[in-house]
């Protein structure tokens, strides 16, 4: 049944391997954003966990999954109130940057008879989570009187929301805030980690090394791209994702729709380039299912838009003849991958 993504996890366990041994070089460790699988795990169970360090994910009821697993397991969105009593109960670490919360896991980890790590976020520039270094000195004073509570080390993020490039001068930031917090508070943090896949050209330049000891990769792991930039990392491989669907109407028809257009079924108003007649397709998948930046294996194949359940496709330069019934193959980029990872009328396929 289509539609179907296909997994290389051989793909995948190679790009581990590599970044793993590039980290070594570096003196870092290294934490794999699993957030992508979506909890699927069956590919989490073949990684190849001699190569990492510990696991990352944004979602509690995926890491309630993997409570199994002997490794470390960090929950990288701040915990709501809510899931406080999962967060103590399946993960070893979160990040937070708020006293409030940190009081609860504190009273909750009690309960459990658990000391729970934190990982204080700083607000680096890329305003989406983390405090500035003042407010970070109180929460930290406090802390300290918190008896299951323990102060693990200090994160950042980097290019998620507001596009931020990772820099020599954000990562120098990053590690002076670091070494001030634990000269004032007589502490000393075990994580210092500000680096995501986008930051992959500091840890292979050295840029990262003796400034941090841990990296969260994610997009580099799985998909062998730099984000923010969207370049290719040559050594990794970029197919380990690979989307199926089947053609289900394939006609000729106009650039341009007839009559008055009004905004789509997602609100927008759509606009058109008149090409004269194309050749088009409707697929068995949609923005129900996936974003719209996949690429098609095949060169000669345009993505001109999508409904909740069908991709329209222009053919009309493709070399090969087309018929219906025909599948067509795509690789999803990172924002894509997420969506198909979620569906649940996407079949998976372990490769």
Not at 171 to 197: C, R, W
Not at 215 to 237: A, D, H, M, Q, W
Not at 333 to 349: A, G, I, N, Q, R
Request: net charge negative; with cysteine.
């Amino acid at each position: 049944m289509y539609p179907i993504l296909k997994i290389n996890v051989e793909g995948i366990n190679k790009n581990i391997k590599i970044i793993k041994e590039l980290c070594q070089q570096n003196d870092i460790k290294l934490s794999v954003v699993i957030k992508v699988l979506s909890g699927y795990e069956e590919v989490v169970n073949k990684l190849n966990f001699d190569y990492i360090d510990s696991l990352s994910d944004s979602r509690i009821s995926n890491l309630k999954k993997y409570q199994d697993l002997k490794i470390e397991k960090w929950l990288i969105r701040i915990p709501s109130f809510d899931e406080i009593e999962d967060v103590i109960k399946y993960s070893d670490v979160s990040f937070n940057s708020s006293l409030e919360t940190i009081i609860l896991l504190n009273e909750e980890a009690k309960r459990q008879n658990k000391i729970h790590k934190v990982i204080l976020m700083y607000e680096l520039g890329d305003l989406r989570e983390g405090v500035d270094q003042d407010k970070l000195m109180g929460i930290i004073k406090e802390i300290k009187a918190l008896s299951n509570i323990k102060i693990y080390g200090l994160g950042a993020n980097l290019t998620c929301y507001g596009g931020v490039e990772p820099t020599m001068e954000n990562t120098d930031e990053l590690y002076m805030v670091a070494k001030e917090l634990e000269k004032k508070n007589n502490i000393s943090f075990d994580i210092i980690t500000g680096a995501n896949s986008s930051s992959y050209k500091l840890l292979s330049n050295g840029t990262l090394k003796d400034k941090m000891n841990y990296v969260r990769f994610g997009e580099s792991v799985f998909l062998g791209l730099i984000p923010g930039y969207y370049e290719k990392i040559e050594e990794l491989n970029q197919n380990n994702f690979i989307v199926e669907a089947q053609i289900v109407e394939l006609e000729k028809k106009d650039s341009v729709p007839r009559g008055k257009v009004l905004k789509n079924s997602f609100g927008e108003v759509p606009s058109f380039v008149d090409n004269g007649v194309r050749l088009k397709a409707l697929i068995n998948i949609g923005k129900q299912d996936t974003g719209l930046n996949l690429k098609p294996l095949d060169k000669g194949i345009s993505i001109l838009d999508g409904s909740s359940d069908y991709l329209i496709l222009d053919l009309t330069n493709s070399q090969k003849q087309y018929k219906l019934g025909d599948i067509v193959s795509f690789v999803p980029d990172y924002e894509s991958l997420l969506k198909l990872m979620t569906s649940p009328y996407v079949k998976k396929e372990l490769q």
